[in-house]
């Protein structure tokens, strides 16, 4: 149960950082953190939290690391369940605590603003088409478990698994954040997204489905450029 609830935490704080930065700084007059900022939270949540929890739950913070890391043969197929809806709770959580923040506002409205959704055509943040965000979706994620098992393989330098993955992390960011407004994490849009409902809630098929994909391919490639001990 421990495991769950450090995966619950770590997820809250994932989305918490990450999305409130989004939601509450990158616009902020003058001072605004911007795409760099953004993309830099959700690295730092990742590496902040790998150093925290990941000698307790694995920090996976993330359906589709979860799934990926299964296929890849490095997590028990029983603790897959649990271990999702707990990421779950832990993102609509942290989207409950931001959505409380930010109506602090006068004006706030999350559907209007977005709320840090993920989205494709009329919703991304570049107008890019349904085709684009599922490319992207899913070579952002392969190319983040490919790190993630590399990083974390018995092989690797030890102790420096946070750090490759808080980074990767980051520029996942930097390259998606205008196509998608990155997810790569299907706790992390649903954490948000229905708080919007509408169209986020609609639209929440892609960031399901595209990340899952891409973990998992992600995962088998790894493997495969691997080999066997």
């Avoid at 409902?197 to 450029?225: C, E, H, N, R, T």
Wanted: net charge negative.
């Amino acid at each position: 149960m421990n495991r769950y609830i450090a995966e619950m935490f770590g997820t809250f704080w994932l989305v918490l950082g990450g999305c409130g930065s989004a939601v509450l700084a990158a616009a902020f007059p003058d001072v605004g953190i911007g795409l760099l900022g953004v993309s830099l939270a959700f690295g730092l949540t990742v590496l902040t939290m790998a150093f925290a929890i990941g000698h307790i739950s694995g920090c996976h913070l993330n359906p589709a690391v979860t799934i990926g890391l299964w296929s890849g043969g490095r997590f028990d197929a029983k603790d897959v369940a649990p271990y999702i809806i707990a990421q779950v709770i832990g993102g609509i959580i942290a989207g409950g605590v931001l959505f409380v923040i930010a109506s602090g506002q006068a004006g706030f409205d999350a559907a209007a603003s977005g709320f840090a959704s993920n989205g494709y055509g009329e919703h991304s943040p570049g107008g890019y088409s349904l085709t684009a965000a599922l490319a992207c979706e899913v070579v952002m994620t392969m190319v983040f478990l490919f790190v993630i098992m590399g990083a974390t393989d018995s092989k690797a330098p030890a102790g420096f698994a946070p750090i490759a993955i808080g980074l990767c992390l980051t520029l996942i960011h930097l390259i998606s954040i205008p196509v998608t407004n990155t997810s790569v994490n299907p706790a992390r849009s649903t954490g948000v997204a229905v708080f919007v409902g509408d169209w986020a809630v609609s639209q929440l098929w892609l960031f399901w489905v595209a990340p899952i994909i891409g973990a998992v391919i992600g995962a088998m490639i790894y493997k495969a450029v691997r080999g066997s001990d």
